[in-house]
């Protein structure tokens, strides 16, 4: 699984993070989760977020058992970047 975290450059949701679900022509498919589910997902051009690439190895290995997103992973992945971001 190819996990890819965004954070929003512009907008009202400048500085969140999200998941990538997908990618659209010039538009990435976000969720966090909670506000923004799998169901309902975020449409945000690409021009307007910032991709993650350093991804800490302790959220990678979180996710290593996961085979689907759904919105209680990318929430567990997203909290588990949190935590790791705030303590650095």
């Known amino acids: 699984?190819?996990?890819m975290l965004a954070?929003?450059?512009a907008g009202h949701d400048q500085?969140?993070?999200y998941v990538v679900i997908d990618e659209v022509e010039d538009y990435f498919i976000l969720a966090n989760g909670t506000t923004k589910t799998v169901a309902k997902p975020k449409k945000k051009k690409k021009i307007h977020l910032q991709l993650i690439k350093n991804i800490?190895?302790?959220v990678l290995d979180e996710i290593k058992d996961i085979t689907a997103l759904?919105?209680?992973s990318i929430k567990r992945i997203l909290k588990s970047y949190n935590r790791r971001n705030k303590d650095v």
């Open 1 to 3: 699984m190819d996990l």
């Open 7 to 9: 954070t929003s450059k």
């Open 15 to 17: 500085k969140k993070v």
């Open 70 to 72: 759904d919105d209680i």
């Open 56 to 58: 800490p190895s302790d």
